[in-house]
């Protein structure tokens, strides 16, 4: 079992920044931050490889940054460059089963664990 809690989110405006946390109770393998806004699909934003090796969306890539410190269970996300379609929750997940890396972003059906999520707003 792997307990993941999100913390970060916020209100800012178009062009700020944010930076998103997720800790993990245990090491968590491969791990993701995937987004919802209401009435749309989870779709994933980015993911990394127990090593740090990441995957971004094309929607997102040169704006967010994925990193994980391992030695504190902790996957992080700085978001800069904001825009009002990044306002969604963002959740974490993880899958401690698989330690390789992914060439193509990861579906929500590819992880066991998944936190509880933080809003995220971005307004204009």
């Known amino acids: 079992q792997v307990q993941l809690v999100e913390s970060g989110g916020g209100s800012v405006q178009a062009g700020g920044s944010l930076r998103l946390s997720c800790v993990a109770s245990t090491f968590s393998g491969y791990m993701a931050w995937f987004r919802q806004a209401p009435g749309q699909e989870r779709e994933g934003v980015v993911g990394?490889?127990?090593?740090?090796?990441?995957t971004y969306a094309d929607s997102v890539k040169g704006r967010f940054t994925a990193s994980r410190d391992n030695g504190k269970n902790t996957l992080y996300l700085e978001m800069n460059s904001q825009k009002p379609e990044d306002t969604a929750m963002y959740y974490c997940?993880?899958?401690?089963?698989?330690?390789?890396?992914?060439?193509?972003?990861?579906?929500?059906?590819?992880?066991?664990?998944w936190g509880q999520g933080t809003q995220v707003t971005v307004s204009s």
């Open positions: 990394i490889s127990a090593y740090g090796i990441t």
């Open positions: 997940a993880a899958e401690p089963s698989f330690l390789g890396t992914r060439a193509t972003m990861p579906r929500p059906a590819d992880f066991r664990y």
